[in-house]
């Protein structure tokens, strides 16, 4: 009970950063999956320089190396791909592919799905309909199978890849952007720019879009982990990332092919996948349960949840 | 009743025909059809041949709606490679996906509300502790993945299992349950959380007032209530199972839907990518229809 009395006095700015903090610590899994993804971004940005030659080096001494031996250097310590690359050098270069497509996939449709959404919400013309009626298309149809046929038609590349991905994403952003608009549209505070000589556009911009925005971040967040999962899933069946490129999906298809002799070509990289998805999705329900004030007390009580 | 389902049918088959046009015109849009149509190693003469036969040289909008005209008169073209109708096959594939999402879809369920409503039944406890990070990890997980280390582990290793194929029982071990995994685990956070808001409702109160048996109360009472969001999510999965079947299917060679769309894809076999497409799309708008009006059974205040 202190704990949490000494949470609110303290001073507000220090105090908020505190109290995540604090939280935090309580849910060793979401503290975890913190400090996993801090490494993760911090391998991301500076693996690629210092070790990102190693990843196509070709090694014919260290074929199919086993993980865990010390003969060789640290680099190989999860072991060697068929051609005697590093698993460890191939694996922070992946990452760069695989949460750099993720990124962009999820930026462009919460940005296209956010815009759409808005005029969908605003305007009352032929064409809300339409955008409507689309996204119920794209909603109602399996996301891989859609992507499969997006690429197939457009043939498989970074670019195309980023595209998919955002477009079978992109309805869950429009709706809820829709159905913050058709609220927002109705307050006081937009009667009032209407009747000020505010333009649609304006209107839309200035007074709507900024409050939509804290909604779609959340939900961008949480799709971040999906969108990992559905890139993956597309280049392991080959119709994602083509090689010379690779991401971890890429490269647990690449050791299929030598799952009897050389089974750690393929498990690291699922692995790191797994991991990924599983923190994004621990610190978002650590994070849903710290937002609910009604929540909240379960993570700042130092005792166990009573019944 | 019967209105409701012929309006939902005709936005269904709305839905189809928008899904179908935006596979066309992306096809048509994407450049010389007749190299996306036949396989990749065709001559020329072949090509052209193929293009005047199928209309390539007529204008787009002629093209759909002979394209219409075709899939009213249940003309879904043939395969290049089988050299036999395209429909025949995606049908004969159909089935063995049913099977194998009814089944893995039925596990799902049946363990997701079993160990959800355990795990609400003590929020907090230990049981529930594993019961989370199992959900969560299942509903995380790279299904492929899960599906190599699986055959890793039981038909590498132990040779417990085969790795691929249909036939026996042990067949089916692998697929059902990978395939199973993603949906138990967001079906176990549902079910937990209906029941944990269930349990807590005063009617639960006046059970247990009067006395009944634990069991009872939970899965007679609070379980009954909290059936409707479960069976809402189920839907949705199922629907999204279409997405691990690709996957499962591929990897364990089941010879369902899924793996004959990726095969198809990669053999450049139109028309039987366009089969499959239409086949499942119209088995997802079904299923669809069938659930909204499961909720009218189970909750008797929905009419339609």
């Known amino acids: 009970m202190t704990a949490l009395i000494s949470d609110i006095t303290v001073s507000p700015r220090t105090g908020k950063l505190r109290t995540i903090w604090n939280c935090l610590k309580r849910d060793k899994l979401a503290l975890a999956a913190v400090i996993f993804l801090l490494l993760l971004v911090i391998a991301t940005l500076a693996g690629p320089p210092l070790i990102g030659d190693l990843a196509t080096k070709l090694g014919l001494r260290q074929r199919n190396l086993a993980p865990f031996s010390f003969q060789h250097d640290w680099i190989y310590f999860l072991g060697a791909d068929t051609l005697g690359r590093p698993i460890i050098a191939r694996l922070v270069v992946g990452a760069q592919n695989t949460l750099g497509i993720a990124f962009a996939a999820v930026l462009c449709s919460m940005l296209t799905g956010g815009i759409l959404g808005l005029i969908a919400g605003y305007s009352e013309r032929w064409y809300s309909q339409i955008i409507q009626r689309l996204a119920d298309v794209v909603m109602s149809f399996p996301s891989l199978l859609l992507a499969l046929i997006v690429l197939y038609t457009l043939g498989p590349s970074i670019t195309n890849l980023v595209i998919v991905l955002a477009f079978t994403r992109m309805p869950i952003y429009l709706r809820t952007t829709r159905a913050e608009v058709l609220e927002l549209r109705e307050r006081m505070f937009v009667s009032a720019a209407i009747s000020m000589g505010a333009s649609p556009l304006r209107i839309v911009v200035r007074h709507i879009a900024p409050l939509v925005l804290p909604t779609l971040l959340t939900i961008a967040a949480l799709d971040f982990a ?15 990332i083509q090689p010379p490129d690779f991401t971890w999906g890429a490269m647990v298809a690449n050791g299929r092919g030598y799952l009897a002799n050389a089974w750690w070509i393929s498990f690291w990289p699922g692995l790191v996948i797994l991991l990924t998805t599983l923190s994004l999705n621990l610190l978002s329900s650590w994070a849903r349960t710290f937002a609910d004030p009604q929540q909240r007390w379960r993570l700042q009580s130092l005792r166990k949840t009573p019944r | 009743m019967l209105s409701y389902i012929g309006r939902r049918a005709s936005h269904s088959i709305i839905s189809v025909l928008g899904l179908l046009a935006l596979v066309f015109f992306l096809t048509r849009l994407t450049g010389d059809p007749s190299s996306l149509f036949l396989p990749l190693d065709s001559t020329l003469e072949a090509r052209q041949a193929f293009a005047r036969l199928h209309g390539f040289d007529q204008p787009i909008h002629w093209q759909f709606l002979n394209y219409l005209r075709d899939l009213v008169s249940l003309d879904f073209g043939q395969s290049v490679r089988q050299n036999r109708s395209a429909m025949e096959i995606a049908l004969e594939a159909f089935p063995q996906t049913l099977k194998l999402a009814f089944v893995a879809m039925a596990l799902a369920i049946a363990l997701a509300i079993v160990a959800g409503s355990i795990a609400a039944t003590r929020p907090g406890g230990f049981f529930d502790r594993i019961v989370s990070l199992v959900s969560l990890t299942g509903a995380s997980a790279p299904d492929f993945w899960i599906a190599i280390v699986g055959i890793l582990v039981f038909a590498v290793s132990f040779d417990l299992l085969p790795t691929s194929g249909t036939g026996s029982l042990a067949h089916w071990i692998m697929p059902v349950f990978v395939l199973a995994l993603r949906p138990f685990g967001l079906l176990v956070q549902v079910v937990r959380g209906t029941m944990l808001s269930a349990l807590s409702a005063p009617y639960i109160k006046t059970a247990r007032a009067k006395g009944l048996r634990r069991k009872e109360i939970i899965f007679g009472h609070a379980l009954r209530n909290s059936l409707l969001p479960v069976i809402t999510v189920a ?57 909204d009006l499961l909720y009218a059974v189970l909750d008797p205040r929905i009419r339609y």
Not at chain 2, 236 to 246: K, R, S
Not at chain 2, 263 to 283: C, G, K, N, W
């Open chain 2, 235 to 291: 839907g949705d999965l199922t629907a999204g199972l279409v997405n691990g079947a690709v996957i499962v299917e591929t990897v364990f060679g089941w010879p369902g839907i899924g793996k004959l769309m990726i095969d198809a894809i990669i053999l450049r076999d139109f028309a039987v990518v366009q089969s499959t497409i239409l086949v499942t799309a119209t088995a997802i708008f079904v299923l669809n229809i069938c659930i």
């Open chain 1, 226 to 240: 999906t969108v990992i999962l559905a890139e993956s899933s597309l280049s392991f069946l080959g119709l994602g």
